[in-house]
């Protein structure tokens, strides 16, 4: 077990529609990553946020965004979902802003389906 | 574009064989890391190199680190069927994310 938390485990939604993904980070790291991974792309840096700033961009299309919360929770936002949206989501927490300069803890993924 | 790309795509061996996985990389690196990822599930972290160290061990995993030819190679001796799984190698900077390349399936059969 990472620490982090990730819900839901798997959403199917319809073409069209809007999905939040939830990520909880482990106890005491400030910064928190998005990633996505589909079989075509790979892993694809999304988004970072640290301390409830956002702090670098990665892939992260114009229909997506995202915020970190007070309590540091996190959420991911897809909107006007395309089947190509399908793909795994994970989000991965470290402890401070200087990127990954130790281990990155990574939660278990929420499986999306876009149909 | 991807930072840090693993050689072979795909690795099948008998238990007991040793597996080597390779990745390059384009820029000047902090440190790099490996990760595995189990069929569908999180990355669990294995192990980080430092740019200024050459070799690391923990348990099975060997890595080595060249970065004058910016590569790195990943070692697992004596694999075993749990060792079925992908394997990622991410650059690792200050102030910037993590950044994954393809991964090298690994497939160990009994």
């Known amino acids: 077990d990472s620490g982090v938390t990730q819900t839901p485990k798997h959403l199917i939604t319809a073409t069209g529609q809007r999905v939040t993904l939830r990520c909880s980070p482990r106890s005491g790291d400030l910064s928190v990553y998005w990633y996505q991974q589909s079989l075509d792309q790979g892993l694809q840096f999304l988004i970072h946020y640290y301390n409830g700033e956002e702090r670098a961009k990665g892939n992260i299309l114009e229909r997506f965004s995202a915020q970190q919360f007070p309590d540091l929770h996190s959420e991911l936002n897809l909107s006007s979902l395309e089947l190509g949206d399908s793909a795994l989501y994970f989000c991965?927490?470290?402890?401070?802003?200087?990127?990954?300069?130790?281990?990155?803890?990574f939660g278990q993924g929420t499986r999306l389906t876009v149909v | 574009s991807q930072q840090g790309e693993e050689d072979p795509q795909a690795l099948s061996i008998q238990e007991g064989e040793n597996a080597t996985m390779n990745c390059s990389y384009k820029t000047s690196i902090n440190n790099l890391q490996w990760y595995r990822q189990n069929s569908g599930r999180g990355l669990v972290h294995l192990i980080l190199?430092?740019?200024?160290?050459r070799e690391k061990h923990s348990g099975r995993l060997r890595v080595t680190l060249d970065t004058s030819k910016k590569s790195s190679s990943l070692l697992i001796t004596a694999s075993r069927a749990a060792d079925t799984a992908s394997y990622f190698c991410?650059?690792?900077?200050?102030?910037?994310?993590?950044?994954f390349g393809k991964g090298t399936t690994l497939s160990v059969s009994s």
């Open positions: 190199i430092r740019s200024n160290e």
């Open positions: 991410a650059k690792g900077q200050a102030g910037t994310a993590l950044i």
């Open positions: 991965a927490s470290s402890v401070g802003d200087r990127g990954f300069s130790t281990e990155a803890f």
